[in-house]
């Protein structure tokens, strides 16, 4: 672009040399008519790049900001799924006695566990665990089985249990 006005203003400048004042008068006004386009021209190309430049940064922002929600989502999503996993392996040696949908009565002494709520079933695993509860002559086994159990399993196998209808 400097190199296209420079080469103008050298082409106006000899022509300048050989023509009489009326027609220097001309050759400058219309060289600086060219020279002010090109000015002009430069202008609105640098600010289209500008908009264009600022366009793409929001864009590659947008998709930034996309990119991670999802990822956040999938993680999520991730981490559901294996605690469901873990909820059902440990609910599997509960399953035994209890049936695979939590309505057999255990040994059939039990209540049947599939509906209760998770803060009641919570309540008596811990019971359990702590040697606390014994019905129907039922805590020294179910001490047996929750005895491994951290409190975090306890909670899985409730929030699980609970989801059964």
Do not use: P, W
């Not at 922002?61 to 294996?82: C, G, L, N, P, Y």
């Not at 002494?109 to 811990?126: F, M, N, R, Y």
């Amino acid at each position: 672009m400097k190199k296209n006005i420079l080469i103008s203003i050298i082409a106006v400048g000899m022509l300048l040399a050989g023509c009489s004042q009326e027609d220097k008068k001309s050759v400058s006004e219309t060289a600086a008519q060219v020279v002010d386009e090109a000015v002009k021209a430069k202008t609105e190309a640098v600010d289209m790049a500008k908009d264009a430049a600022a366009k793409a940064e929001a864009a590659a922002k947008a998709a930034s900001e996309a990119t991670a929600k999802a990822v956040e989502a999938t993680k999520a999503e991730a981490t559901q799924a294996v605690e469901t996993v873990k909820a059902e392996v440990l609910y599997a040696k509960c399953a035994g006695c209890h049936g695979k949908d939590g309505k057999t009565l255990a040994l059939g002494k039990s209540a049947v566990i599939a509906g209760q709520s998770k803060e009641d079933l919570l309540a008596k695993l811990k019971e359990y665990k702590a040697g606390t509860r014994d019905v129907s002559g039922m805590g020294t086994l179910m001490k047996g089985q929750v005895a491994a159990m951290s409190d975090a399993d306890l909670d899985a196998v409730a929030a699980f249990v609970a989801t059964l209808k």
